[in-house]
């Protein structure tokens, strides 16, 4: 009872009073990796400030073949209204700074070693100084929550302020998961075969070493007999909600598979390691993924059909409001595995108002800021992209979109590609190699691919675009290869669709 109170008088401490409160901060627990490149504080107009922690995150750096990890930086609180956001950059003078993503317009003011600006709704930052993106600092500026269950409710289990390992969590039926703001859970979240399961909170969630001078080559985290030991798995469960948190994994940051009605909102993920995808789908159902920041050394975003235990389509998944940072492989893939004995059907597919920081891979087989490979005999159908924001990148292509046979990983060409619909797809920058669209062969093709409002580099892609050479395809403009066994590619603008 004595640990209950002194946890609660913590917490309390650590919020105030949510009904009042329109700016909340956190405390770092004590022993948690901690970095010094950066002093953040916040304030509210006419107020005190005050000083946000600034946790580290590894991240990866690929020169030639080879991965070299680097210490990035990243802090968090809760607003509402207006808060101004100073930052101090301890490393040195400001000579110039970025604020990403740039969609968001925010131009900082630089005075010696600071830089401030205001923020006026929730944000998921990147603070780039002197064209740094690998010692930057993620800054993620959350909506006030709306829910916070009770600690003393036996259907929760509640992480309060402090430093907790868990081993292997595993969820049951009807429970709610809670890691607050200023709690870090060292070990593994497993979801399998249950339903109404909630993962709420503003805490950090990782399976790596919380110790800053542990080293990750001599630490394993817990073991869960036959899984893939990812962060968050979810498989063959309904009806799970994860909410707020921030994950540093060793492998996948979420692992959904054969589940139906799963929703993650305002999710943020760091990982450095080979084989550490940000958020994988297999043959699931009714997910929705919202208000992410993913900063990935794999795919952010995978969705497959059948591969190792898991069987069934993918179908009717939503990705919107996210900001990917690919640091190796895609931002986005779809496609790639499948069940080439009782053939996948990936289908309805939206994503919305996606902001793509960085691509960075030298495997041109694995390129394409938005990749839809279809492999293992699956079929992909209705899937669209719309408001896609593309920064320039430092290696990969904007969209690669090929029926393929990868010996690595299938055992089949995928069955085609059909109805694929960009929208407003945005990119300016100069290191985009050529992106492709191909079939496989008569029978596995391309259809009906259409882009409206393409802009590359301000200017609009269509096939009746001014300037354009009659023998010109449009694809030629727009630096994307049009290959065999391809129908119905068109580009147009909105005022001739």
Not at 96 to 115: D, M
Request: with cysteine; charged share 20%; aromatic share 10%.
């Amino acid at each position: 009872m004595k640990k209950r109170i002194i946890t609660l008088f913590l917490l309390l401490l650590c919020i105030g009073n949510l009904a009042k409160a329109q700016l909340i901060t956190c405390n770092a627990p004590d022993g948690a990796a901690l970095t010094t490149d950066f002093t953040v504080r916040v304030r509210q107009n006419g107020k005190g400030w005050k000083t946000v922690p600034t946790y580290m995150a590894k991240v990866t750096n690929k020169v030639n073949t080879n991965s070299e990890y680097q210490l990035s930086s990243f802090a968090y609180f809760d607003f509402s209204g207006v808060v101004e956001v100073a930052v101090t950059y301890n490393r040195g003078i400001v000579k110039q700074a970025r604020v990403r993503p740039l969609s968001f317009g925010i131009s900082p003011k630089i005075q010696s070693n600071k830089v401030s600006f205001f923020l006026d709704k929730p944000r998921n930052l990147s603070i780039e100084i002197n064209g740094d993106i690998f010692h930057n600092l993620q800054l993620f500026a959350n909506p006030l929550e709306t829910f916070r269950p009770s600690w003393a409710d036996t259907s929760v289990t509640y992480f309060g302020p402090g430093i907790h390992q868990v081993g292997v969590l595993k969820a049951r039926s009807n429970q709610t998961i809670y890691i607050a703001a200023g709690a870090i859970v060292q070990g593994q979240i497993l979801i399998d075969k249950v339903e109404n399961v909630r993962v709420l909170g503003r805490g950090i969630l990782t399976q790596l070493p919380v110790s800053p001078k542990a080293d990750i080559k001599n630490t394993s985290p817990a073991i869960i007999p036959g899984s893939r030991n990812d962060q968050l798995t979810i498989t063959f469960s309904k009806n799970v909600e994860v909410n707020g948190i921030i994950v540093l994994p060793h492998k996948y940051s979420v692992l959904i598979g054969q589940s139906a009605g799963v929703k993650i909102s305002n999710f943020k993920s760091f990982s450095f390691e080979g084989n550490a995808d940000g958020i994988d789908v297999f043959c699931s159902s009714d997910v929705a993924i919202s208000d992410i920041f993913m900063r990935n050394s794999d795919d952010c975003i995978a969705i497959y059909g059948h591969r190792w235990n898991y069987y069934g389509n993918s179908k009717n998944i939503t990705v919107a409001n996210a900001t990917l940072w690919a640091d190796v492989a895609h931002p986005i893939l779809i496609g790639t595995h499948g069940d080439t004995n009782n053939p996948d059907t990936l289908e309805n597919m939206t994503f919305k108002n996606i902001d793509i920081l960085e691509q960075h891979e030298h495997q041109i087989d694995y390129q394409g800021c938005i990749a839809l490979n279809a492999g293992d005999s699956n079929l992909l159908n209705q899937i669209s992209f719309e408001n896609i924001r593309v920064e320039d990148f430092r290696e990969g292509q904007l969209v690669n979109i090929r029926v393929m046979f990868n010996h690595y990983y299938n055992t089949s060409p995928g069955r085609g590609i059909q109805n694929i619909y960009f929208k407003d797809i945005y990119f300016k920058g100069s290191h985009a190699n050529i992106s492709v669209i191909a079939g496989y062969d008569n029978d596995r093709r391309i259809k009906n691919v259409v882009f409206e409002n393409l802009k590359i580099n301000g200017i609009g892609i269509a096939d009746d675009m001014p300037g354009k050479p009659s023998y010109y395809k449009t694809a030629d403009m727009a630096n994307i290869l049009i290959g065999e066994h391809t129908d119905g590619i068109r580009f147009i603008s909105s005022k001739n669709k």
